[in-house]
């Protein structure tokens, strides 16, 4: 009796046990890794999966900038008054045309008269010294007159001289012509003229506004010369090039795309390790105004890289990954897909490829991917259960 209570109870635990190893072996099947996505072969055919190899292409990247528009030095005008004064008039608005030569102010202050007093006053006895000059010399000839006397005379006579050419300067700089004024036509009022054609950018004057000379009355900006101002950083700047072409687009018109050629590439790098490239805009520049900020692409140049169809490569949390085939097994006596998802680092893209920057040492020779049909191998591990056997 007692060893037949013996073996019953050694019967039951090999059961037990058996049981138990059993109920191991299947859940060890069910859970998979969470980078392993397993289909059988139905499900297989209906995600359209289909394997190749990554391929060696010689991609041409676009680098995409930020910058704005700008116009050089020459066409952008700060005007002032040299002499500053009250401002008597003017009709000009933010955008309004103005042609080079155009008056587009006037300003009064009485130094302008004093300076009109002065410089006839001067021409006047310039005229007296020139002839008292001349008599001078003539008599000093024939030895009339003392040598001093001469020289005098040729002292007062160069002295006048320089002096009136300094006032004629100083009557152009605050736009004063002296041939265009007697003494019975001295004015207090001055012109200001424009010094280009365009359109006015801002106005910062009033009537009866006094102005300081180094106070900026307006500003005038030529359209017709716009570049491309583009901030670029340090480990990007080898991709430009002078003569080099890029396109940009504007965030007002974003369907039209643009064209400029670089014409300049710093040769300093800012604090925050950007350099400035500049670029000249091809043809119509229409709805483009100086301070509008662009989008500019540059094509890098052509490299041979790792690379797949862009339909290969998944985005999944942020992260970029492929599907890498590892081949079939028996389950329960089904056949069995396994896939492995790696991530990847994108590169440049061009003509529906992208480069992939692998992991270390990744096989790019025994690796199959997947090249079409990941995007539904991503859907079945996002969905582990719904698709998985």
Do not use: W
Request: charged share 20%.
């Amino acid at each position: 009796m007692k060893t037949k209570i013996g073996l019953i109870i050694i019967v039951n635990c090999l059961l037990f046990i058996a049981c138990n190893s059993k109920k191991g072996v299947t859940e060890e099947h069910e859970i998979l890794p969470e980078n392993i996505v397993e289909m059988n072969d139905s499900q297989y055919k209906m995600a359209g999966i289909v394997l190749g190899k990554i391929e060696q292409k010689e991609l041409s990247g676009s680098l995409r900038i930020n910058g704005l528009i700008s116009v050089p030095p020459q066409s952008l005008v700060s005007v002032s008054a040299n002499m500053g004064g009250y401002v008597k008039s003017t009709n000009l608005v933010q955008g309004s045309p103005v042609r080079k030569g155009q008056v587009i102010a006037i300003v009064e202050n009485a130094d302008f008269i004093e300076l009109e007093q002065n410089f006839l006053e001067s021409k006047t006895r310039l005229e007296y010294a020139e002839a008292e000059f001349l008599r001078q010399k003539e008599l000093n000839k024939e030895n009339v007159n003392s040598t001093k006397t001469y020289q005098l005379a040729v002292s007062e006579y160069k002295s006048l001289k320089t002096k009136v050419a300094a006032l004629d300067q100083k009557l152009a700089l605050i736009g004063i012509n002296s041939k265009t004024f007697t003494e019975e036509k001295i004015s207090g009022s001055i012109p200001i003229y424009s010094p280009i054609n365009g359109y006015i950018k801002s106005v910062n004057v009033n009537i009866g506004k006094f102005v300081n000379p180094i106070d900026v009355m307006f500003e005038i900006i030529n359209n017709q010369n716009l570049t491309l101002e583009l901030t670029m950083y340090e480990k990007d700047i080898e991709n430009v090039k002078i003569g080099q072409n890029i396109s940009f687009t504007s965030p007002n018109k974003p369907e039209i795309n643009y064209s400029a050629k670089v014409y300049q590439v710093g040769r300093a790098i800012n604090d925050d390790k950007s350099v400035k490239v500049y670029a000249n805009i091809n043809g119509e520049s229409a709805g483009l105004m100086s301070g509008m900020y662009v989008n500019a692409f540059v094509q890098s140049g052509l490299n041979s890289v790792n690379s797949l169809p862009n339909e290969a490569i998944v985005n999944f949390e942020g992260k970029s990954y492929i599907f890498v085939s590892k081949g079939k097994r028996k389950e329960e006596g089904k056949e069995v897909n396994d896939f492995l998802m790696v991530e990847v680092k994108r590169g440049v893209s061009s003509n529906g490829f992208t480069e992939v920057i692998l992991p270390e040492k990744f096989s790019v020779e025994l690796s199959k991917i997947v090249v079409k049909g990941a995007y539904n191998l991503l859907s079945a591990m996002k969905n582990a259960g719904d698709m998985a056997c």
